[in-house]
């Protein structure tokens, strides 16, 4: 047997997430985003949601957070919310079929998309890309992981986020441009999708600033909820 070689520093600890009903974890790999997947928001913020097919960011594992706060984040005046649907895969490959897609997902979660807006604005306006904007540390609350087994109807289900108590986003899954099938073959014509993948499916309309103290609450009808305070 051959030994493990030595480490020039420490390992980065894996991220694992939280599954509702189990002490077990879901080791995370990679989070890839879409961008604009319901037409309303798509068109808040200033584009035809008809004119291109999907298409995607990345986060950082690292970035996934479950202990239900968000630090405000530095060089930002106009940080924004975004609710989304969390897609973890079991299973992955290259060119996937959609056919196939539903057979890779282990499980589900309600997750957010903090985004600092201001700097993604100037980064679209630079042509540059949006990692200082979408990939800020702790920008990606999420909660508890629901296997796919114990969940039903996720296709038609409610989302929706609340700040303060006040209701800011409300759709349906179904409401998406691009259905969670769609949006996994696609992205696995563009990269080899791994088990360990999460994938946020994109945000309805009404997104919008918090600030220290507002606290959010994230849903998706049949899946654990989530709650998160600015700090």
């Not at 949006?183 to 999708?193: E, P, R």
Request: contains cysteine.
């Amino acid at each position: 047997m051959t030994a493990s070689p030595a480490l020039v520093i420490p390992a980065p600890a894996p991220v694992l997430l939280p599954v509702s009903g189990s002490e077990a974890r879901f080791p995370v790999r990679r989070v890839y985003c879409v961008g604009r997947n319901y037409a309303d928001h798509a068109r808040e913020m200033g584009h035809d949601p008809d004119a291109e097919p999907p298409f995607f960011f990345q986060k950082n594992a690292d970035n996934l957070v479950t202990d239900g706060r968000f630090p405000y984040p530095a060089l930002s005046e106009d940080v924004h919310y975004e609710v989304e649907l969390a897609v973890l895969l079991g299973a992955g490959g290259r060119d996937i079929a959609r056919a196939d897609a539903a057979a890779t997902i282990y499980g589900y979660a309600v997750a957010l998309d903090m985004t600092r807006r201001d700097l993604q604005a100037k980064a679209k306006k630079a042509g540059r890309p949006w990692e200082a904007a979408k990939a800020a540390e702790f920008s990606a609350p999420i909660g508890l992981v629901a296997p796919a087994s114990a969940v039903s109807g996720i296709a038609e289900a409610a989302i929706s986020l609340s700040v303060n108590g006040a209701v800011k986003q409300s759709a349906r899954i179904s409401d998406m441009i691009w259905p969670i099938e769609d949006v996994i073959a696609h992205l696995s014509t563009l990269f080899i999708l791994a088990p360990g993948d999460v994938i946020l499916t994109g945000t309805p309309a009404g997104v919008g600033p918090v600030v220290r103290g507002d606290v959010m609450e994230a849903s998706v009808e049949g899946l654990p909820g989530l709650v998160v305070t600015v700090v």
